[in-house]
């Protein structure tokens, strides 16, 4: 049987690892769209799900501010 093992970090850890701030992150964590753990004192997010929830395909981005913006999407 193989495990899978969250890969966790620190909220700085993960706006470095994904190049925003971590004002982003915590955003994301109330949003519910990146998972959080308390450890102690410490607040700990799953490194792997932050990366998945901050990446938007480009046509996907694309498509949703022309769409934001009141644009047609080709």
């Known amino acids: 049987m193989t495990s899978t093992r969250r890969r966790l970090g620190s ?5 470095t690892e ?3 701030s ?9 949003e519910g769209k ?3 753990y ?3 004192r410490l607040v700990k997010v799953d ?3 932050a990366r998945d929830a901050l ?10 501010i022309l769409a934001e913006a009141g644009g047609h999407a080709a």
């Open 55 to 64: 990446l938007v395909p480009m046509n996907d981005a694309a498509r949703r």
């Open 18 to 20: 994904n190049d925003v």
């Open 34 to 36: 990146i998972p959080a």
């Open 47 to 49: 490194l792997d799900a």
């Open 38 to 40: 308390r450890v102690g």
């Open 22 to 30: 971590t004002k982003t992150i915590r955003r994301r964590v109330a």
């Open 11 to 15: 909220v700085e850890t993960a706006a």
